[in-house]
Structures are given as C-alpha cells and as structure tokens.
C-alpha cells in the first residue's frame, strides 16, 4: 500500500469505529466502504498513477528495452565498423561482411568483468599421520557484475596420490558411507579416512548446497575438465554481484595401513559465466 | 673473515627468497570481459574483432594460461552448461573449433603469459569458407591457469584456476524461427507481493535466439496497473530457458546506489528455488489480476501471448477485519446488554 494514504485509512476507519460503536446501523455500511476502500487501493485504482508509454506493439511488433550503461564497442578496419559509434542500441556490437559480432551481455552494466581469484594455490596439509584429520583452507572470490549467473566448478585429476608408488588416498565417503561429489553427508569420524571438502559463506549465499551442517562434506568429481563433460559446482550465483566470496576446507584423514609419503593432486576450480 | 661473511649474507640472502616462494602459496586473479560472444554469420566470413577479448592478471602473481577450446550444450533452464566429452559431435563441422584463434600481434596464441598486474586486449578470429554448413556452435574458450611446478616437500593439494568465455556461433543462412511459451504461471492465491512469475521458452529453431518480452499486469477494471520487462536472454536452439525480469539485474548491477532492502528481496524471490523468476515488485495486492505475457523470438517474430489470472488475498489484513468484527459484536452485545439492564 502507498504509505502515504496510512494515515488517511487510520483517520477515516477509526472514525467507521467510532460511528459503529455509536450506532450500529452503520456498523455494516462502515466494514463494507472500507473493504472497497483496500480493494481500490488494492487494485492501485486510487493511489498509483497508471503505467504508460508501453514500448510494445502489436503491429510491427517492435519491443525495444532501453540502453542500459555499457562499455562501448571498439575496433574498426575497412570491412566492418563499430555501429554503437552511429547511434544503434547495442553497444558492443561488431558488423562486417556477413557476420554480427556481439561482445557482452546487452543489458547489463558490463564495465564490470568477470573476475575470479584463488588465494592459496598450494594447500599443504603437512606430514600426514593415521587417524589424525587435518583441514587447511584458501578462499574463491568471484565478481559477474558483466554475467547474469555463473557456476565455479572443481575437479580433481585423482585423490591424492603417492607418486612413484601408485598408493593413493581416496576420496572420503563420509561417516555414512553415502557422501560423493554431488551428495554431502556428516564427516567427524577420526575413524573415517579420506579426502574431501566443503563449502562456507563469506559474503553472499553462493556456496552449492549440502552443507548447511557445518560437519558435511562431499568428494572432488575425480576427473579431469578436459574429458568431463561437467564437474560438481562449489559456487552457483544467478544474480550479478561483486566480491562473492567463500572459503573451501580440505580435510584429510588416514588409516594406519596408509604408506607413509607425500601424497599430491590437482584441484582446478573453473569459473563460468551463465549464456 | 669480512669476506666470507658477505659471501654466506650473500647466499642468504639470495636464497631466502626462493625457499619462501616455495612454502609460500600463490594465487590466481584473472578477470575477462567480456563473457560471451554471440556471433552470427553467414559464409564465406572472414571475423576479426580487433581489441575485443581483454584479460587482466589482477593478482600479485604472473599467470601462465593455457587457451583451451571447449564446446558445450546447455545444462537445465537457466543459463548453465554442460561440456561434451572428448570425441562427442560439436554439429555439421567437426573441425569447427579450429577456424576460431585468439590473436596477439595477429598471430594465434595457444597460450598467455600475464604479468602481475596486468591487462591485455586480444583480438577474437573466425574464418569460415563458402561451403561451410550451417549450425550452431557453442563453446567456451577456457583460460586455465598452468599448476605451479614448485611445491612443498610434504602432501599437498594443488589448486589452479580458470575463467571461462562463451562463444555462442550461429551459421546461416537462417531458418525461420520458431518456439513456444512452455510455462506462464504463477500461484493462484497471492498473500502478498512481490509476486513471481514463471516464464519458460521453448527455442524449437536451429539456431539460438534472444526474445524479447513483457508482462502486463491489469487489474479487474481492465487498466494497466504493472510491467516487467523480461531479460532477453540467450536461448540455444532446442532448448529451453526461464527468463527472468531485467528489474532485478539493474537493482543487483547497481546495488550501492539503490535500496540494498528491497534488491535482497526481490533477489532472494527471484532465486527462491534455484531458478531464475519475473518478479513484479508490488507489495499489497487485493482483488483479481490478470498477466499478461507477450514475447517476440525475434525481431522478425514469431510473437506469442498468454494470459493467466490470479487473485490478491492479503491474509494479515482480513484477520484484521475478522478481530474488528469481533470487537464491534462484542462491543454492540454489551452496549445492548447494558440497555436493557
């Protein structure tokens, strides 16, 4: 309700009260005059103006959206040019010799870029020993002031691995056995060994789903980008936004049967725009 | 004596800095802009975006990035993908990731090397001939930052980053195009706004579009109370994708300059359930309404329109009125009970 109109619907039903509480033949006209009075305002007939200059049409059918604050488009050659240059819509916009090149979104504030950053490329979990669980975590921020929505992606090329020996310290199933790359399950078990992971709020609300609980963890989709078709999001926005931060734990623990070594594998978090 | 001192400062010196390099872990900054390309061709074409393509290190650390081209089909109905495997068909031309380079000093570049700090323009390249099919095409160009080959002497976890483009490539000539409006609904009973919509389009053409479109909102006297203008989002071709309203992406691209209270609700709305929605940003609502989507696939047309209704209760105002009545009857039976005695 316009919020101005408050104090006038306060004046006039304490004054229907009044009146009722007096006589009670009004009682019934005074709740009915103010049930129209809320539908009106309810419908915006008395208090909103009403909306105009709809760009639609029903001819020709021309919807133009208006121009919102972008970079402009740049580069020229003899073959093509720069059309926001001669005043067309869309800034961005590359024409030439049968092609349409459109850098960016359209309608969004794309100055902005889309920027990812990792602090802490090397997580070092130290000298392991059985039983022992140990965490470390680095940090994921991400910026799509120029992107509707993005998803950051992991994948791991193997659980951690001994190299020269093939021994490798797989990927956690959780307390329960049931945690994988997409399902998270509690993990607290100094009993419970493996490698895993999860995911909290810095700022914004992007970490993906399932852990809520500050015990969950879930697995790395153990492959690589270039043969998978897609890893488990970490990190999913579908709103611009600058500086989305999270922090990513590592924990991993091992059982007395584990050589002893330095065991080492590659995580890579891919960002990608939504199209 | 002072000289084999200055020699041991010396080593000390130098290779201080190489053990702390070692134990010290870097990061990885990159930022790109823009995004995505959406290309549309029509052979023969010779494409060279000059300066389009810019990457910036904005990190403290150099960046060596592999260019890695991947193709992609769209995962779900809100702008997500998903990669195809390795030996999985891209369309008509299997070769056709290979007429698309990225160009520095116009020579092809198959990987980058970023200094801190710094930005750099490349020039995005397509040359396809005369007798190329047409299609569409959709990948991502991936900069991958390279792993570290120095590590600790102990387990470690190493973590690389990349940020992906798309290209979004159609070839002609064009067919014509077409699609239809798959979901236009929202909750019958509104207890309040804002109130969201769900909007779906189908794209049943061989080649991605980007609708245009409006919700009109109309009260029960017939006149226009509310609009939301849809954001003209890229659907791929035979898919489908639910657009959202382009008020929330203004709200949330300007964020520090408008009111942070009502961009979070309407945010928290329009992603309420992992799907992007149209919010009309009206707060009380009483009475019937009638929506009214009307979307255009391409400036050539098709255009398509649906109505739905749904109707305003707010649930906190009419207990309201329940607790008055009550007060009125109870106050009215005394005043006559007191009359009477």
Known sequence: ?275 | MIKKISIIFFLISYLLPLTSHQVEAAGFDLSVSPPIFQIELTPPAAVKAQKTLTLENTGDDPLLLDVVYKAFRPLGDNGELEYLKDGESVGNDPYILDKVSILADDQAVSTINLPPKTKRDYDLAISIPKDEPPGDYYFSLLFVSQASGELPQSSVSQAAGAVAVNVLLSIGPKTKTTGSIEDFSTSFFQAEGPVPFTVKIKNTSSHFIYPKGQIIITNMFGQNIGKIDLLPVNILSNSTRSLPSKEQFVFAANKNTTNSKQVEQIQRLSTSDQRPLAVWPETFLLGPYTATLTIALSPEGPVYTRSIHFIGIPLYILGGFAIVILLLLAITKRLKHRQQG
């Not at chain 1, 006039?12 to 049930?35: E, G, H, K, N, Q």
């Open chain 1, 1 to 275: 309700m316009d919020s101005a109109l408050l104090p006038l619907f306060f004046i006039l039903y304490s004054s229907f009260i009044i009146l009722c509480v007096t006589d009670m033949r009004l009682a019934l006209p005074a709740i009915f005059a103010t049930i129209i009075c809320f539908l009106l305002v309810g419908q915006r007939v008395i208090s909103v103006a009403q909306i105009e200059a709809f760009t639609m049409s029903n001819t020709n059918w021309i919807i133009d959206f208006a121009n919102l604050n972008m970079t402009s488009g740049k580069g020229t050659s003899t073959n093509y040019r720069v059309s926001n240059t001669v005043g067309q819509i869309a800034p961005g916009l590359y024409t030439g010799t049968n092609y349409k090149v459109r850098a960016g979104f359209q309608y969004v504030y794309s100055i902005i870029p889309f920027r990812f950053s990792i602090t802490g490329l090397a997580i070092d979990f130290g000298s392991l020993t059985p039983t022992n669980p140990v965490t470390r975590t680095n940090t994921l921020t991400l910026t799509n002031g120029s992107a509707n929505g993005y998803v950051v992606t992991a994948y791991e090329n193997h659980g951690l691995l001994k190299q020269g020996t093939g021994s490798i310290i797989p990927d956690t199933t959780c307390d329960s056995g049931l945690c994988t790359d997409s399902t998270s399950a509690a993990w607290t078990n100094t009993l419970t060994y493996g490698f895993g992971y999860r995911c909290d709020n810095v700022s914004g609300s992007d970490c993906a789903t399932g852990f809520t609980t500050s015990t969950f963890y879930k697995q790395f989709t153990n492959t690589t980008y270039v043969s998978s078709t897609s890893g488990q999001a970490v990190m999913r926005g579908t709103n611009v936004g600058r500086n989305k931060q999270v922090t990513i734990t590592y924990k991993v623990n091992v059982s007395g049967t584990q050589p002893p070594g330095d065991y080492t594998n590659l995580i890579t978090y891919i960002a990608v725009p939504t199209f």
